[in-house]
């Protein structure tokens, strides 16, 4: 038995800049990865790579392997695509994707 569905799952990734981020439903992003991925060369098919491991509760994207649902990869002030996924029904991955939404889009050059 799987501790997550993916109906229940959504997606935090950047919108078109690194000043807003957006919420979708992990099963869209999913198919349009693969759909991308299909039109790609075979170079550049890697950036495409996008998948969730229900029974291990983990996402993969692109370089960044294994990362926990209701975590993010770290963003490093690089405004690309995936910042996580989490669990729409568990009140902690909720707050986490507000938190990382907002590390996500803050200019933290000028940060003590």
Do not use: P
């Amino acid at each position: 038995m799987t501790k997550y569905k993916i109906e229940n799952l959504v997606v935090l990734e950047y919108a078109s800049n690194t000043c807003w981020t957006k919420v979708r439903d992990a099963k869209e992003v999913q198919e349009e990865m693969q759909s991308l991925r299909e039109k790609k060369s075979k170079e550049d098919r890697g950036y495409y790579e996008f998948s969730i491991d229900l029974d291990k509760g983990t996402w993969c994207w692109w370089k960044y392997k294994g990362i926990k649902i209701g975590e993010s990869r770290y963003t490093g002030g690089h405004g690309e695509r995936i910042i996580g996924v989490y669990d729409r029904t568990n009140t902690s991955h909720l707050s986490s994707l507000a938190h990382e939404s907002i590390n996500a889009t803050t200019d933290w050059s000028n940060a003590d």
